[in-house]
């Protein structure tokens, strides 16, 4: 599939108020493109726009929960850019299970954040996305979409989920002419990692993931993961008898 540069065209990151969101949008006003950029804490996202011009990043400050603020913000977009041509859902939180104190809210809370919100996105965006000359879809998964983690219950059910939902879209939107990527990155230095508590291994500053993220969606990519010497072993664990991946994951784990 051909190369398309990012340069010129009007794209909306959503969670890029910090972390990997943040580093996306600082990326593509590099590489020439208009960003639309959506979180709730709106200084913040009035402060990206300051560092990067703000002829270059237009702020649309919502909760990407909410259904009707989906459709608000694709209209305002609309509205101010005429159109869309590539989306980066990226907006997410991770928290994770105790399975002493199993608490059915969290997974609500997980799967509404992560995986309800892209639906509603996707809903609003579609319309705009079929005028566009060079349509692109793009989520934010994980590479713990793989396989299930310890704690992971949640998080890792609504990346599973996310990673299932994009590769249909992928097919059923190849009529339409629109390109579809997932994102599965490894371990990303974030506020979002910042939290874990446990080892991380070969976890990675957030700039050189935009980079990856970036160069992946000009490549057309369907799945962008990263950093391959974490995505690729992980992927291969995941295709053991799965006693052999349960057996591995049990022993690298301790229970808090
Ligand atoms: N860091 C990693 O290692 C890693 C690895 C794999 C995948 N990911 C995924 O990458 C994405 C970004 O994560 P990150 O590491 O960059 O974490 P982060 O720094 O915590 O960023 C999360 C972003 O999501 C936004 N967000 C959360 N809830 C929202 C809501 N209800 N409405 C609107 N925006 C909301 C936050 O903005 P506000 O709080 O301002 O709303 C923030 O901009 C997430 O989907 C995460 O699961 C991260």
């Known amino acids: 599939m051909s190369r398309i540069s990012v340069k010129g065209r009007r794209v909306w990151v959503t969670g890029a108020s910090t ?21 709730r804490n709106e200084p913040a996202l009035t402060e990206l726009a300051r560092e990067c011009g703000e002829d270059r990043v237009i702020v649309l400050s919502f909760d990407v929960t909410d259904r009707r603020a989906n459709q608000r913000a694709a209209d305002e977009i609309h509205r101010r850019l005429g159109g869309l041509d590539l989306t980066f ?3 997410g939180i991770c928290e994770y299970v105790d399975v002493r104190k199993f608490d059915s809210a969290l997974f609500e809370r997980t799967m509404r954040t992560n995986f309800l919100s892209m639906v509603y996105g996707i809903e609003a965006v ?18 713990v979409a793989y396989g299930g983690l310890p704690r992971a219950e949640a998080y890792g059910a609504s990346k599973a989920a996310i990673k299932n939902l994009f590769e249909s879209l992928h097919i059923d939107l190849l009529s339409d002419g629109i390109s579809v990527s997932v994102v599965c990155p ?15 291994p070969f976890r990675i500053k957030a700039d050189e993931a935009a980079k990856r993220i970036v160069d992946g969606i000009e490549a057309k990519r369907p799945e962008i993961h990263f950093p391959k010497r974490f995505s690729l072993p992980f992927k291969l664990l995941t295709l053991l008898p799965s006693r052999w991946y349960i057996g591995w994951c049990a022993k690298i784990v301790t229970q808090p």
């Open 19 to 39: 972390g990997i969101g943040r580093a996306v949008t600082v990326e593509l006003v590099r590489r020439g493109a208009t960003v639309i950029v959506s979180a």
């Open 89 to 91: 859902f990226n907006a």
């Open 126 to 143: 579609l319309p705009l996305l079929r005028q566009s000359p060079s349509p692109q879809l793009v989520g934010m998964s994980s590479t």
């Open 186 to 200: 490894g371990f990303v230095r974030t506020p979002l990692t910042d939290r874990n508590d446990f080892p991380m």
